[in-house]
C-alpha cells in the first residue's frame, strides 16, 4: 500500500532480479545508499536517490524510467542502460563513477551540482550542464551522440575533447 519510506542513512541491498523496488508511495531517500545486485540484472525503479550504485559483473541494469542522484551514481559492474529516459545528476564534485559499462542509448544525461562539478568520461547521447555559475569540468574526452548542451554554467573541457558522433544539429 502507498505510504512513506524514508531511507534514512541506511545501506539499502536489493538483489532480486526484476524489479526488486517497487515504489507505490513516498520515497525519501535522505542520506542513504541503494545498491542494485540482481544475479539476473533488475530495473531500477524511476525515483530520486541520494546515493545510487549497480554492482554485478556481466548484468544489465536498466532505467526503469528517469532518474535523479543527488549525491553519487557508481556503476561499479555490470551494465547500467538508460534508453529513453533523463538521468540527472544533482550531486557536485564527482557525481559519476563507471568502472563497469554505461550504455547511453536513446537518453538524456544532465549534470546540475551546485558546485564545481566533474563530467565523466564516457559516451553519452544527450549529455546537458545545468547550473548557474557552476564550472563543469570534464574528466577526460567526451563522445556525444546527439546533443551538447550547455543550459547554465560553464563547460570547461581543459585539454580533453567534446566529440559528437552525429552530424547536424
Known amino acids: 500500500?502507498?505510504?512513506?519510506?524514508?531511507?534514512?542513512?541506511?545501506?539499502?541491498?536489493?538483489?532480486?532480479?526484476?524489479?526488486?523496488?517497487?515504489?507505490?508511495?513516498?520515497?525519501?531517500?535522505?542520506?542513504?545508499?541503494?545498491i542494485y545486485t540482481g544475479a539476473t540484472g533488475a530495473d531500477v525503479t524511476a525515483a530520486t536517490y541520494n546515493n545510487l550504485q549497480v554492482n554485478q559483473a556481466g548484468q544489465t541494469f536498466t532505467a526503469a524510467g528517469n532518474i535523479t542522484v543527488n549525491g553519487v551514481f557508481t556503476i561499479t559492474a555490470g551494465t547500467f542502460g538508460v534508453a529513453g529516459t533523463t538521468l540527472t545528476l544533482a550531486?557536485?564534485?564527482?557525481?559519476?563513477?563507471?568502472?563497469?559499462?554505461?550504455?547511453?542509448?536513446?537518453?538524456?544525461?544532465?549534470?546540475?551540482?551546485?558546485?564545481?562539478?566533474?563530467?565523466?568520461?564516457?559516451?553519452?547521447?544527450?549529455?546537458?550542464?545545468n547550473s548557474g555559475g557552476v564550472t563543469f569540468t570534464a574528466a577526460g574526452n567526451l563522445t556525444i551522440a546527439g546533443d551538447l548542451t550547455v543550459s547554465a554554467g560553464t563547460l570547461d573541457l581543459s585539454t580533453f575533447t567534446a566529440n559528437r558522433t552525429a552530424s547536424g544539429g
Not at 564527482?94 to 536513446?106: H, L, N, R
Open 1 to 34: 500500500t502507498a505510504g512513506t519510506f524514508d531511507a534514512s542513512s541506511r545501506t539499502i541491498t536489493l538483489a532480486g532480479s526484476g524489479t526488486p523496488f517497487v515504489k507505490t508511495g513516498a520515497f525519501t531517500p535522505s542520506s542513504s545508499t541503494v
Open 91 to 129: 550531486g557536485s564534485g564527482t557525481p559519476f563513477v563507471i568502472t563497469g559499462t554505461f550504455a547511453a542509448s536513446t537518453s538524456t544525461v544532465v549534470y546540475t551540482g551546485t558546485s564545481a562539478t566533474n563530467v565523466a568520461a564516457t559516451t553519452y547521447n544527450n549529455l546537458t550542464v
